[in-house]
C-alpha cells in the first residue's frame, strides 16, 4: 500500500527565512507525489506533482520540491516566506489506479513578521 | 468561473436530521470525490466515481449515499445526522489518471447539534 508521512504538524518561521516542509513516502513502485495547500476556510489547491520528468518540480508561489528516490522524500522548500504562505499543507501520493490518493497528515505553517 | 463548486457552504442541523450537499465540476472530468476533513485536517476519501459508477466506497456508515446523475454532478444525502458526523466535506474532481491532480471545491462545514 502507499502512504506518505508528514515530519512535523506544526512549522513556524520568520519571514524571510526558508521555508521546509517534510514528506517522505512509501511505495514499491515509483510514485506520483502531489503537494496541496490549504488556505483557511478553503479547499486544497495543487502547489506542484511529480510524475517523474524531473526530480526537482517548481510549483506556483515560489515553491519546488525535490524528488529523492534515495531518501524517498519529496520534501517541499520556498527560500523566502511570505506572510501569504501561512496554511496548511499536505503531501499526497496517487495509487496507480488513478482513482485513489493518499493525504498525509498535513503541516500547518506559521510565518512570523 | 469556478471550477469545483459545492453548496451550501455551511450546514448547521440537529442531530436526527437528514440533509444533502451538492457538488458540480465544469471541467470536463470524469471522477469525482467526497473527502471528510476532520477538525485536526486530516482528510479521508469517502467515496469516488467514475463516470456516473461507484468505484470507491471506504468504510462509511451507510447513512451516507452518494448520488451521481451525470459526470459532472455528485451530491452527497446523509440520513439520521449525528455529531459525529460534523466535519469539513470537500467535493473534488480528477481525470481519473494516477498523475492527474485533483481538483477540490471550497468545502461544506457540516455542524450537527
Known amino acids: 500500500a502507499q502512504s506518505v508521512t508528514q515530519l512535523g504538524s506544526h512549522v513556524s518561521v520568520s519571514e524571510g527565512a526558508l521555508v521546509l516542509l517534510r514528506c517522505n513516502y512509501s511505495?514499491?513502485?515509483?510514485?506520483?507525489l502531489f503537494w496541496y495547500v490549504q488556505y483557511p476556510n478553503q479547499g486544497l489547491q495543487l502547489l506542484l506533482k511529480?510524475?517523474?520528468?524531473?526530480?526537482l518540480v517548481k510549483g506556483i508561489n515560489g515553491f519546488e520540491a525535490e524528488f529523492k528516490k534515495s531518501e524517498t522524500s519529496f520534501h517541499l522548500t520556498k527560500p523566502s516566506a511570505h506572510m501569504s504562505d501561512a496554511a496548511e499543507y499536505f503531501c499526497?501520493?496517487?495509487?496507480?489506479?488513478?482513482?485513489?490518493?493518499?493525504f498525509g497528515t498535513g503541516t500547518s505553517l506559521t510565518v512570523i513578521p | 468561473d469556478t471550477a469545483v463548486s459545492q453548496t451550501p457552504k455551511y450546514l448547521v442541523t440537529q442531530m436526527g436530521n437528514d440533509k444533502s450537499i451538492k457538488c458540480e465540476q465544469n471541467?470536463?472530468?470524469?471522477?469525482m470525490y467526497w473527502y471528510k476533513q476532520d477538525s485536526k485536517k486530516f482528510l479521508k476519501i469517502m467515496f469516488s466515481?467514475?463516470?456516473?459508477?461507484?468505484?470507491i466506497n471506504e468504510t462509511v456508515p451507510n447513512r451516507f449515499s452518494p448520488k451521481s446523475p451525470d459526470k459532472a454532478h455528485l451530491n452527497l444525502h446523509i440520513n439520521s445526522l449525528e455529531l459525529g458526523d460534523s466535519a469539513v466535506y470537500f467535493c473534488?474532481?480528477?481525470?481519473?489518471?494516477?498523475?492527474?491532480?485533483?481538483?477540490f471545491g471550497n468545502g461544506t462545514r457540516l455542524t450537527v447539534t
Open positions: 511505495s514499491s513502485v515509483p510514485p506520483y
Open positions: 473534488a474532481s480528477s481525470q481519473g489518471n494516477y498523475n492527474s491532480p485533483l481538483h
Open positions: 499526497a501520493v496517487s495509487a496507480l489506479t488513478g482513482n485513489q490518493f493518499y
Open positions: 471541467l470536463g472530468h470524469d471522477t
Open positions: 511529480y510524475t517523474s520528468a524531473a526530480t
Open positions: 466515481y467514475n463516470n456516473k459508477e461507484l468505484i
